[in-house]
């Protein structure tokens, strides 16, 4: 059994990982594994042997659909999308100051609101 | 870069131009992308060499790993040698990822080394006969390695600048760890000096050649102007050794070390670093393996990998399935 | 608190049983069958010889003397490591046709992390506080070496017919000698006596079942009865072996021990 084939020992496998539990998964490196358990262990040492890591994922390179350059052509849109961005809706800061109001910015939406009063 | 059909529809010379346009906007390429052919055998040359060195470059320091003088010191240059097998592992991956179009796995590289297809860098095919040596190869040859490799960081092609970010990053542990063995020797016993110094001597052509030579008749210099045009990398030869002098010699002098070159100075006029060139000749022949421990760095490399080969065909899925 | 004899013996092959297979371990690194996992091998064998100066580091509490001292300069016959841990990695040498057998570093490796294993859950419950102390550390990073070493032991045993000879081969090799690695020697009684560890019987028990079970789940022949028979480190009996792995670790050290390196 030649070491050459490609479903053989040297398989690529992608590595994903968590540096913390509230972290995003990120995607790290690669490495070469005959299947996915000496993957997950060798992954541990080979790229997580000095930062602190919470989570690794190991995934067969097989099954990641990737794009092509064409593809990639589809990512892109024209910027005349203010209608669903905050940007198309910076009028309505004149609209409430007439009622002695402040508009809400994304922060104190997000935010739990500590009650202050109503109006300044 | 915006195209305004669709990119399977160009002719190759309109790919081509594209392609130099996206690498002049600063665009980085990844490995599904378009890319001229020789611009992917550039990068294959380039890095499965860069990465084999590091492959090859763990042994001279391996074999100071079991001999290490104290605890801390074993564990330290047992951390090191692991990076570079780990640099290795990471710059390979990228070679590798080029190579698979082509057919090619890490088994063919392991071959190409074997057979002498694939060289490694000059400085690994010298020998390492003291602690000293250890002291040496981590101080300076991390330090011109460094050099060559953070002109790099910038590099047009995706997965290559990732991983010598990470393998930079590295790169300055090493070259502490390397500055607190020479320290501990610099300032020890007159013995440990002589030790140091020795190394020195052993190892300053060996750091000069590489770098590569300077001049057009020397070297394979179409390949330099070939990489810098595909911003693979950003200076010269030259330029590199050059500012291995600046960072190094003060410091190399400022610890009362000789080095093994009574012209090498700095020449206000020019601004340069004026010095004595190695032969070029040698070099040719060291890293065509003929160098004084070349033959037996590859029999180790080659005894291990085949030595183990029943390990990697015992885990292949290929031959379980049977 | 006054010197215990037992207590510095067990410091003693604590410290020697991680330092001798940490070294052996370094001398593979560069050499692994995989370049990934030369390298989660050396992780392995740095973080044994960190174990290692953590209890030379408790001796030298004891007044044991230097921990670089201890670990690099004593004769043979007083370290107290088990024989299977200093024996060779194979045929020839880590710099020259370095025939090493990756069955046996698999094995050799996976009986001594379960040993250990079970020797930290009970040392973390040692009446001596420093070493319960180092035992609740050591054995965080335990976890990684057990997963790591039965992922290949499980894999290797169960592949192609070559890979199960040398295994069992390999398997065979370390039952012979297993039995060094679980005395605690002369003075076992008194250790447990004192609270310090759980007695050799305890875990040898624990140990045997463990490998049934894992003997069992990948559907091996269980091999008999362990051996001991090239001398019991605990003693001080070692072969060439020790002799040949403390003159190349100290090489450079006792040039000249007196200075810093």
Sequence with gaps: MSEKEKDGFYSVYEVFSKKT???????????????????????????????????????????????????????????????????????????????????????????????????? | MTIETSFDQLTEEEKYEHFLARIDAGEKIEPNDWMPDDYRQSLIR?????????????????????????????????????????????????????????????????????????????????????????????????????????????????????????????????????????????????????????ALNRWWTALLMFFGPKSKENASTSHVDKNMRYKIREKTNEELRQEFFTKYVPRIWSLGLTIPDETIHFDEEQ??????????????????????????????????????????????PAAKAI | MAQDKALVELLYTLADDDFILAYRGSEWLGLAPHIEEDVAYSSINQDMMGHAAKYYHLLEELGEGDADELSHLRSPEKFRNAVLLEEKNGEGTYLEQPQY??????????????????????????????????????????????????????????????????????????????????????????????????????????WLDHMKKTFEQIGADFPGELGMTKGNGRQGEHTEDLTQALETLSEVYETNPKVAW
Aim: aromatic share 10%; with cysteine.
């Design chain 3, 101 to 206: 057998d990756w069955a046996f570093a698999v094995v050799r490796n996976y009986f001594y992390s379960i040993h250990k294993k079970f020797r930290m859950d009970s040392l973390r419950q040692s009446s001596y506080e420093p070493l319960s102390d180092t035992a609740k550390k050591v054995s965080i990073e335990l976890q990684y070496h057990l997963m790591h070493w039965e992922t290949w032991f499980k894999q290797l045993m169960t592949s192609t017919d070559e890979a199960k000879r040398r295994m069992t081969a390999a398997v065979e090799r370390c039952w012979n000698e297993m039995g060094g690695v679980l005395s605690l020697g002369p003075m076992a009684e008194e250790m447990a006596e004192k609270g310090y560890i759980a007695s050799e019987e305890t875990m040898r028990t624990k």
């Design chain 2, 46 to 198: 380039l890095i499965s060499m860069h990465g084999i060195s590091e492959i090859m470059g763990a042994l001279p320091e391996k074999e100071w790993v079991p001999k290490a003088p104290t605890l801390h010191r074993k564990l330290a240059i047992m951390a090191k040698v692991q990076d570079e097998m780990g640099h290795g592992q990471l710059l390979l991956r990228v070679a590798e990822d080029l190579m698979e179009p082509l057919d090619m796995n890490r088994e063919d590289i392991m071959q190409n080394l074997f057979s002498g297809k694939l060289k490694f860098h000059n400085v690994f095919h010298m020998k390492a006969p003291t602690w000293g040596d250890a002291g040496i190869i981590a101080w300076l040859v991390d330090g011109a390695a460094i050099i060559s490799q953070s002109m790099m960081l910038n590099s047009s092609y995706g997965p290559y600048a990732r991983a010598l970010k990470r393998i930079c990053a590295e790169e300055v542990f090493h070259a502490q760890h390397g500055e607190s063995i020479i320290m501990a020797l610099a300032e020890g016993t007159p013995e440990q000096r002589e030790l140091l110094q020795d």
């Design chain 1, 21 to 120: 539990d509230k972290s995003p998964l990120q995607h790290q490196f690669s490495l070469l594994a005959p299947n996915e358990e000496m993957a997950l262990i060798m992954a541990r040492e080979n790229f997580f042997r000095r930062e602190p890591v919470a989570d690794i994922w190991v995934v067969k390179r097989d099954n990641v659909r990737v794009m092509t350059q064409e593809e990639k052509e589809m990512l892109k849109r024209l910027d005349d999308k203010d209608y669903r961005e905050t940007k198309g809706y910076g009028y309505l800061k004149k609209k409430w100051r007439k009622y002695q109001q402040e508009q809400f910015t994304e922060k104190n939406l997000l935010s739990s609101s500590k009650s202050k009063g109503g109006s300044k």
């Design chain 2, 271 to 316: 601004g340069l670093w004026v010095y004595q060139d190695p032969d070029w000749n040698e070099f040719k022949e060291i890293v065509t393996g003929n160098g004084p421990q070349s033959k037996e760095r590859l029999e180790l490399r080659k005894t291990s990998y085949e030595n183990n080969r029943w390990v990697r065909e015992a885990l292949n």
